[in-house]
Structure formats: C-alpha cells, structure tokens
C-alpha cells in the first residue's frame, strides 16, 4: 500500500515537469494553423495530455501517445488480447508461468532493437518504478527473463490468469532512450514502435505527429496528426463548424445535436468508461457504514442519465462489469426516503470533490449528486479540481467525503476495476478490508476470467451493495463529430482511438 501510494503521489509533479518540457502546457488552445498538408488530420481533445510517458502516464492520454507507442498484446474486436501485435503468440506453460513470442525484426523509430530485452526492460519499469501507474497490477509478478530475442518468460508468484490481458495496456519503450531522458525528458519526445512519430509541439497550443516510413504494419492513410484541445464543448463545436478541425472529441448531447443539425457526421460508442462515486470509508463522515448506505440509496444514477445526458448514457451499478453491454448481478436503487431516514437530523458535512472539465457534463453530474445527498439531510461542499491534482490527491489519501472519477477498464476483465480500486494496496484504496484482498487473489488464481466470474459478483456484492464503498453511476456513451469529407477515425470502448485509416 505504501509503495502505490507513493508511486501515484509522484504523477502529478512528472506530469507537470514532462508536460513543459513538450511545450504543451496550456490550458486549451486553438487548431492547428499554417499548415497546408491536406492528408493532416486535425484532432481536438477536451483537455491536454498530462503526460506522453506510457509508464506513469494515466490512459487518458494514450488517444495521443499510443498513435507513436504501441501497446505488447493488441485488442480484438471482442476486447480480448489478439496475436497481432508486437507479441505474435503466448501459451501458459504451467499455473504461474507464461511464455511470450515476439514479433521479429522491428525496431524503435531511434533505432534501438525492439526485442525481447526491451520487452523485459518495459515491463520491469512498470512492475519497479516508484512513477508506474500500472505497478498495483504487476505485484504478483516475480521474474521477468529473455531467453532469446523474440521470447519473454514472465513467472508469477501465484497463479494469474491475466497476464496477457495485462499486456494490451503496456507500451514498449526503447529502453536506452527512456533511461537517457528519464519520464520528463521521454514525454517531452516519445520515441516508440508507432505508426506515428513524434514530431513537435507548441506551447499552449498543439502536439504533432507524422507518419513512421519505417513502421513495421500498414503505412498510415494520411501523413500525420495535430492534436490541440479545448475544455469547453461548445468551442469544440465551434471549431468543428468552422472547419479548422477534422474531428473533435467528447461532444455531449447538445453539441452532438447541433453538430447533427448542422449536417455534420457524429459517431457515438458505448464505452467502458465508467462514473463511479468512491466513499472514502477510512474517515469521517463515510466510516460510518450507515452513512454510506444512505448516500449510496440518495444517488439516483437512472436520473442523471435521463436529465443531464438525456438518456444518452448508460446507468451502470455495477463496479467489476467492464465490458460494454454488461451489468451487474446484484447492484443498488435509489431510496431517497430511507437514504433521508438513515441521516436523520444529524446534517453530516462531506465533502465532494470532482475533476472539473475531464469527463462530459462533469460539473452538472457532481451538483446532481451533490443535491441528491442535501435533499437526504447531508450538507455538501463542492470541491471542483483540476485532474492531475484529483489524482495527487488520491493517491496521497488526502481526500475525505466523496470523489468522482471516471474509471476506464483498459483492460477488459473485471480484475482491473478489482485490483485498480478495491484492494488494500490501490490506486484507491478507499476501503480497505481483509476479505475483499483475499476475494480479489481469489479470483486471479482461477482458469480464466469466466471461471472467477462468480467471485466476481461475491466482490461486487460486499463492495457496492453490502458496504457501499462504491456508488457506480452510468457508462458513458462516447460521442465525437466528423468535419465534412473527414473519415476513418476510429474510437474504441477502451478509450483508444485508430488514425491510421484517418482521410480528410
């Protein structure tokens, strides 16, 4: 617990530092100008990438760093790892080992090797590095080892099923290059196996990618991408109209209506990204498990979906149901009158703390759960922050009441959600208990993902319906907008997102 907690509470000082030294620090910024390369793609985010280093980096900014930086294991359709990627084959030896096979003859756009040395050298990062944002997952890993160039031999401690689900969310780093420049230096120009290369960035305003000459795959369609941001969905809109961006990211209901009308191409995918409420259950006011249960029945998930989305999301009370399309075996309905009844005339205080402008209509999502709970007798104070100061102030458990944050499965299994935010020793970590811990190795050590799906549900059961640690809220339904004659980008319910098919 002590190691993760002091692995995140760094995030946010490498993200600072590596964000300007790329010279993207700004907060928005305008499309890309004088430029005419017509095959560009001009991408606008609803918010700048805090970081482009893969291993601290939190994957919301992988839309920019994975079009340079490729993930091990690649994802299938289904969500589940495909062999089509960097690592071409794997096979579970025995319980506790796995044996990877390496795509041969691909290098780094620096010319480093990308062999199976670099493979062990990534995944050692992400298992060892005070700054790895992924370490929670790797602890059951004991040894890593080359035997050969295109073979990775990967032994756990205990039986894990899914180590190669695990892999679709690690990104391969030219291991001298990330050690000669550090987590700042490599996000300042990240340098990976992509069919992009990094290629520039302008303070405030943008980060550019071109086209990899060498890639190993398919040669892009188009000759790069520019990415710049805006915080606000109708500037983005705007731009979008005005027609000096080609896609803009994050639309929510209104924008993606008026971009309809406006006879724009808007595409929408279910994601996994889901809105969950976390009660901190180690201090007051939610250590008492009464005043959890009553926050947890004052929440009404079905209203936020129908009045601020206008059904245009998914209401989710499930926490370990990751994939699009799923809910949950058992979960929690709002009960206003008995949510009222359990706070009585106390008028407890909580604090309510939300990172404004990251995910769509966040502001509106927090001031209904905020009045949901004063409408049950709490008093409530609103405490909108900036992203990265959401997660230093996670991980230095400095937070109190409740937090909202948006949890994406980047990888499709329900251990991600479990280990990520349930144990003792997570990101989280805001409800400690023995039981779930061992529920949580339980379920790593059956056959697959399927054969621990019942353990999943008794996890599920005692997180979010017994203790109410956990208030899930919706999955978001994804929606962006398409510039007239621009095609082929494609988002993934994973938050990934594919331009190298990407025309305009």
């Known amino acids: 617990m002590i190691k993760n907690a002091s692995t995140l509470r760094r995030l946010a000082g490498i993200a600072v530092a590596a964000t300007v030294a790329a010279g993207a620090a700004g907060c928005g910024g305008g499309p890309a100008t004088g430029t005419s390369d017509t095959s560009r793609i001009r991408a606008l985010l609803n918010a700048q990438p805090a970081t482009l280093d893969p291993i601290a980096g939190a994957r919301s900014a992988q839309v920019v760093w994975a079009t340079m930086v490729e993930p091990l294991v690649t994802t299938g359709s289904d969500l589940e790892p495909a062999r089509t990627g960097l690592i071409t084959d794997w096979k579970r030896a025995s319980p506790t080992k796995w044996t990877f096979t390496l795509r041969p003859n691909v290098k780094f756009s620096n010319g480093e090797t990308a062999d199976a040395a670099a493979v062990v050298n990534t995944l050692t990062l992400t298992r060892d590095q005070n700054t790895s944002i992924l370490k929670t997952y790797f602890g059951n890993v004991a040894s890593i080892e080359a035997p050969d160039a295109t073979t990775v031999e990967v032994t756990t401690k205990r039986p894990q099923y899914d180590i190669p689900n695990l892999l679709t969310t690690v990104y391969l780093v030219p291991p001298k290059y990330y050690k ?172 309510l703390t939300y990172p404004a402008g990251q995910y769509t209509n966040m502001k509106e999502v927090a001031e209904s759960v905020g009045a949901s709970l004063q409408q049950a007798g709490f008093t409530v104070k609103y405490l909108p922050v900036d992203y990265g100061t959401l997660v230093k102030q996670v991980a230095g458990r400095q937070i109190d009441g409740l937090f909202l944050l948006g949890a994406v499965p980047n990888v499709a299994v329900p251990d991600f959600f479990a280990s990520g935010f349930m144990k003792s020793a997570s990101i989280t970590s805001s409800c400690p208990d023995p039981a779930i811990d061992r529920l949580v190795a339980k379920a790593l050590e059956q056959k697959n993902a399927d054969a621990a799906q019942s353990i999943y549900d008794e996890l599920n059961t005692l997180g979010v319906v017994q203790k109410h640690c956990y208030v899930p809220l919706y999955k978001q339904i994804y929606t962006y907008g398409l510039g007239s004659g621009a095609d082929g980008i494609v988002y993934g319910p994973l938050n990934s997102v594919d331009f190298t098919k990407a025309t305009r």
């Open 180 to 351: 000669e420049k550090g987590p700042a230096g490599f996000s300042a120009a990240p340098v990976g196996t992509g069919p992009y290369v990094f290629e520039g960035a302008k303070p405030g305003r943008e980060i550019s990618v071109k086209a990899n000459p060498s890639y190993w795959g398919a040669k892009p369609a188009n000759t790069g991408v520019t990415f710049t941001w805006a915080t606000e969905a109708s500037q983005r809109l705007a731009l979008l109209q005005g027609k000096s961006v080609d896609v803009a990211f994050d639309l929510p209901p209104a924008q993606a209506d008026q971009a309809k009308k406006a006879g724009l191409k808007v595409v929408s995918t279910e994601s996994a990204l889901k809105i969950t409420a976390f009660l901190e259950a180690t201090k007051a006011p939610f250590k008492d498990a009464t005043l959890r249960e009553a926050a947890a029945l004052a929440i009404n998930r079905d209203d936020i979906v129908k009045g601020i989305f206008d059904g245009k999301a998914v209401a989710d009370g499930g926490l370990l149901n990751v994939k699009p399309g799923t809910q949950p075996a058992r979960r929690v309905d709002a009960d206003p009158a008995r949510a009222k009844q359990l706070v009585g005339s106390s008028g407890p205080s909580v604090n």
